[in-house]
């Protein structure tokens, strides 16, 4: 079974860019869905973005024009550029397989802390 590993997260000031990466310990040619989620201090974790293997990108309302999901299939990785941090993007982040009926893997990380100046 794939596992996945994520870093890249760290302390930002707002406006700031990060770039999360997300390692796999196998090949996830043929995981059609991967998707990165957040969980805020005091709140649920929820799903930010999403792509298939033929690279079509889904994003939430709260990612749509500052988060940008990629993957590389040879290098076994699937990444999350973010930009224009905000205050309220302060969440561990992680990220995880979708099954074709939505949901996640049963399996968490621990994740990766981004963390920007409020």
């Known amino acids: 079974q794939v596992q996945l590993r994520e870093s890249g997260g760290g302390l930002v000031q707002p406006g700031g860019s990060l770039r999360l990466s997300c390692a796999a310990s196998?090949?996830?040619?043929?995981?059609?869905?991967l998707g990165w989620y957040r969980q805020p201090p005091g709140k649920e974790r929820e799903l930010l973005a999403r792509i298939t293997n033929d690279g079509t990108t889904t994003y939430t309302d709260s990612a749509k024009g500052r988060f940008t999901i990629s993957r590389d299939n040879a290098k076994n990785t699937v990444s999350l550029q973010m930009n224009n941090l905000k205050p309220e993007d302060t969440a561990v982040y992680y990220c995880?397989?979708?099954?074709?009926?939505?949901?996640?893997?049963?399996?968490w990380g621990q994740g990766t802390q981004v963390t920007v100046f409020s």
């Open positions: 196998g090949s996830i040619f043929s995981i059609n869905t």
């Open positions: 995880n397989y979708i099954a074709p009926l939505g949901a996640p893997g049963g399996f």
